[in-house]
């Protein structure tokens, strides 16, 4: 419990310096940039680029017309759809992680840019952090693995353009797929540290048959001296 109530504070310390940060930025900078960003994502379509790993830009990848390959079917409402679940997963994301700050801060960014519009591979970056936490924690394998699905060369999805030779030669539904490799990059780093949360939440719970202890961490049942000398008293008397 004091533990919990430690990470709660921890948590709540650290959204109200992330207000504070905000806010000095907000201050300092003005709000240009960020009325900027609203007015390109308002202006300018949606990017099907295969370098934006978002949801939205995966739904336009799979389901509208576009140069860099052939779409799986003319489905444009599926860019909305993919939006909202996106948004969806930020806030089922946040509701169960929230017994887990530390990994579970990490498991919403992730969220958050599966939610964008925009999420070049670049932002990956932002995730770095995550995965040195997950590198602590004891989980090397997986650390390692999206280290390296972070390191695919952004020219890598050139191999799958339509007109490619392998493009070409394994037809337009699996390049299509191919194309957005890097939502399956993203997807891996959500996945990962939404289960690491569920992991270290499993792993704080005492295993059934497993010996319970009293306070100050002494099990239940131990034989103390005092104990020790009261049953030679007791064999001596009989």
Not at 24 to 37: D, E, Q, Y
Not at 56 to 84: I, K, M, Q
Request: charged residues 15%; contains cysteine.
């Amino acid at each position: 419990m004091a533990r919990r109530k430690a990470a709660v504070g921890r948590l709540r310390g650290g959204r109200r310096l992330g207000a504070a940060a905000t806010l000095v930025g907000v201050v300092v900078l003005g709000p240009g940039a960020t009325l900027r960003w609203i007015d390109l994502l308002r202006d300018e379509p949606l990017s099907p680029y295969w370098d934006n790993a978002s949801l939205p830009a995966a739904a336009a990848r799979l389901f509208t017309e576009h140069e860099f390959g052939r779409p799986l079917a003319e489905l444009p409402w599926a860019v909305g759809l993919f939006g909202f679940v996106g948004l969806v997963l930020v806030l089922v994301t946040a509701y169960a992680v929230r017994r887990d700050p530390e990994a579970g801060l990490w498991a919403i960014v992730a969220a958050a840019l599966l939610a964008s519009p925009i999420a070049w591979n670049n932002y990956l970056l932002l995730l770095a952090p995550g995965v040195l936490l997950l590198l602590a924690r004891g989980r090397t394998a997986v650390a390692v693995l999206l280290v390296a699905l972070q390191l695919l060369p952004p020219q890598w999805p050139l191999l799958w353009q339509e007109g490619a030779p392998l493009g070409e030669t394994v037809g337009p539904v699996i390049s299509t797929l191919a194309l957005t490799s890097y939502l399956y990059v993203l997807l891996a780093h959500w996945l990962a540290f939404l289960t690491h949360h569920r992991a270290a939440e499993t792993s704080g719970v005492p295993k059934a048959g497993a010996p319970s202890r009293r306070r100050g961490g002494r099990r239940a049942g131990r034989i103390t001296p005092a104990r020790r000398t009261l049953a030679h008293r007791c064999a001596g008397s009989g």
